[in-house]
């Protein structure tokens, strides 16, 4: 049997899930061709660098563009190519419906140059079905024999490059040939492949693991929500409720989103059939999503505890990315910024200044804020600072010193809990845990 190297990949769409692949693959000792057609996405490639952060990514793509991975806007008709992964994006319409538009288009365009034996692979998020329904007749037109695979992406943001070489990979064909040659790609990636009996499976699998993780922290956030009202610490309970007892796994409450958890339930809810719905996957998405209304109403409470409410307060807000570790700078379905939105609209009088230690300052621009360039500036002369998201940095913040910078009376509400334990004196200023409400009454 031939090395699958022998032959050359295209990968079409250079987001998050193609890049990290194509910079994989072409270090893996393929010949990687990439497609994209967002003018960012190629100024950056033009300039050997990524348009996201992700752990050492640079580096590596600055070494294969310099020998096995070029790019281009459209899908060359080279011959030597036998493999096309497609890794479009398929973001959600208003009416929370996934958009198929990209992974049609990109089928098209793979129909046109479509050879004997030519094996795609279909990685994006998709609504199950759509391999089936949607990719395989339009690629049955061109009338050659061809094998289609539905192989999902499960890194995770912030360590991409590193589970892409340890993570199983799972693979669900049209039929067993397509299963082997897909096998044979990824083998060379990864020691663990994981067949499914179709195409649906494979499909499914990808949109319970985001959907699961929905649902879990969702439960954290109910328990905090329950807390608050009796009246009791939910950090504390989760704490010591699982404390050298594994039976009872519960989350720590916070903000649940980005790019994936954001829709992969409302695609699995449009995945099931009229019948039946998808109540638990559904409820809890609502839960997460109701998050920043509550968080920003308990800030309202106190700021009229404060008597600040007439006064033009300067809010801080730290953290922009809808994480902190792993380390990333994508916004994709932050629920930052839906704290953000609620905040302007619930506090006319006041200025919001935002801090993020990796997201560029042109792009907190964008959200019209005030960007600061440290801790420090973020803390100066500031009445509330809102801590969103836990990225080490924000951990390992002196906040005992910072806190002497704020006006007298402050808020500091710290939405994971980085300083729950901490016994320190914050003077003339509250510390607040998402989840520790009643702490503050």
């Given at each position: 049997?031939?090395?699958?190297?022998?032959?050359?990949?295209?990968?079409?769409?250079?987001?998050?899930?193609?890049?990290?692949?194509?910079?994989?693959?072409?270090?893996?000792?393929?010949?990687?061709?990439?497609?994209?057609?967002?003018?960012?996405?190629?100024?950056?490639?033009?300039?050997?660098?990524?348009?996201?952060?992700?752990?050492?990514?640079?580096?590596?793509?600055?070494?294969?563009?310099?020998?096995?991975?070029?790019?281009?806007?459209?899908?060359?008709?080279?011959k030597d190519i036998s493999t096309y992964i497609i890794t479009v994006g398929t973001p959600l319409?208003?009416?929370?419906?996934?958009?198929?538009?990209?992974?049609?288009?990109?089928?098209?365009?793979?129909?046109?140059?479509?050879?004997?034996?030519?094996?795609?692979?279909?990685?994006?998020?998709?609504?199950?079905?759509?391999?089936?329904?949607?990719?395989?007749?339009?690629?049955?037109?061109?009338?050659?024999?061809?094998?289609?695979?539905?192989?999902?992406?499960?890194?995770?943001?912030?360590?991409?490059?590193?589970?892409?070489?340890?993570?199983?990979?799972?693979?669900?064909?049209?039929?067993?040939?397509?299963?082997?040659?897909?096998?044979?790609?990824?083998?060379?990636?990864?020691?663990?492949?994981?067949?499914?009996?179709?195409?649906?499976?494979?499909?499914?699998?990808?949109?319970?693991?985001?959907?699961?993780?929905?649902?879990?922290?969702?439960?954290?956030?109910?328990?905090?929500?329950?807390?608050?009202?009796?009246?009791?610490?939910?950090?504390?309970?989760?704490?010591?409720?699982?404390?050298?007892?594994?039976?009872?796994?519960?989350?720590?409450?916070?903000?649940?989103?980005?790019?994936?958890?954001?829709?992969?339930?409302?695609?699995?809810?449009?995945?099931?059939?009229?019948?039946?719905?998808?109540?638990?996957?559904?409820?809890?998405?609502?839960?997460?999503?109701?998050?920043?209304?509550?968080?920003?109403?308990?800030?309202?409470?106190?700021?009229?505890?404060?008597?600040?409410?007439?006064?033009?307060?300067?809010?801080?807000?730290?953290?922009?990315?809808?994480?902190?570790?792993?380390?990333?700078?994508?916004?994709?379905?932050?629920?930052?910024l839906k704290v953000l939105k609620v905040l302007k609209n619930k506090i006319k009088k006041s200025?919001?200044?935002?801090?993020?230690?990796?997201?560029?300052?042109?792009?907190?621009?964008?959200?019209?804020?005030?960007?600061?360039k440290s801790l420090s500036s973020a803390f100066n002369n500031k009445d509330i600072i809102i801590?969103?998201?836990?990225?080490?940095?924000?951990?390992?913040?002196?906040?005992?010193?910072?806190?002497?910078?704020?006006?007298?009376?402050?808020?500091?509400?710290?939405?994971?809990?980085?300083?729950?334990?901490?016994?320190?004196?914050?003077?003339?200023?509250?510390?607040?845990?998402?989840?520790?409400?009643?702490?503050?009454?």
């Amino acid at each position: 049997m031939h090395s699958p190297k022998k032959k050359s990949i295209c990968i079409i769409g250079l987001g998050f899930v193609g890049l990290t692949l194509a910079v994989i693959l072409a270090k893996k000792g393929f010949r990687v061709y990439g497609v994209e057609k967002k003018k960012n996405i190629l100024d950056n490639l033009k300039n050997k660098k990524s348009h996201f952060y992700e752990p050492n990514l640079n580096n590596e793509l600055k070494f294969e563009l310099k020998k096995k991975f070029t790019f281009s806007k459209k899908i060359p008709s080279y011959k030597d190519i036998s493999t096309y992964i497609i890794t479009v994006g398929t973001p959600l319409n208003n009416n929370k419906k996934i958009i198929t538009s990209y992974i049609k288009q990109t089928s098209r365009e793979i129909k046109k140059v479509l050879k004997k034996d030519d094996l795609i692979i279909l990685r994006s998020t998709v609504k199950v079905g759509t391999t089936r329904k949607i990719v395989y007749p339009i690629l049955n037109e061109k009338g050659v024999k061809y094998h289609l695979t539905y192989c999902p992406e499960r890194a995770v943001e912030g360590s991409a490059l590193k589970e892409l070489k340890h993570l199983p990979q799972i693979i669900g064909g049209m039929d067993k040939l397509s299963v082997n040659k897909a096998s044979q790609i990824f083998r060379i990636v990864t020691k663990k492949i994981i067949p499914t009996s179709d195409v649906e499976t494979a499909e499914m699998i990808k949109l319970i693991d985001n959907s699961s993780r929905d649902v879990f922290f969702a439960y954290a956030n109910e328990i905090a929500r329950i807390c608050d009202n009796i009246g009791i610490n939910s950090l504390e309970v989760i704490r010591s409720g699982k404390l050298n007892y594994d039976r009872t796994d519960i989350a720590q409450p916070g903000l649940v989103g980005g790019p994936c958890l954001h829709k992969d339930p409302y695609i699995l809810s449009d995945s099931v059939n009229k019948d039946i719905s998808a109540e638990i996957t559904l409820t809890a998405r609502k839960i997460n999503e109701r998050q920043p209304y509550e968080i920003v109403s308990f800030i309202l409470k106190k700021i009229n505890d404060f008597k600040l409410q007439n006064k033009n307060l300067k809010i801080s807000l730290l953290g922009f990315a809808f994480k902190g570790i792993p380390t990333t700078d994508d916004m994709r379905g932050s629920m930052s910024l839906k704290v953000l939105k609620v905040l302007k609209n619930k506090i006319k009088k006041s200025k919001i200044y935002g801090y993020d230690p990796i997201i560029p300052i042109n792009e907190l621009k964008k959200l019209k804020i005030i960007p600061v360039k440290s801790l420090s500036s973020a803390f100066n002369n500031k009445d509330i600072i809102i801590i969103l998201n836990n990225h080490l940095m924000f951990q390992k913040m002196k906040i005992k010193n910072l806190t002497k910078k704020l006006n007298k009376p402050s808020l500091i509400y710290d939405v994971w809990g980085l300083f729950e334990n901490k016994k320190i004196n914050y003077k003339n200023s509250q510390y607040v845990s998402l989840g520790a409400h009643s702490k503050s009454i």
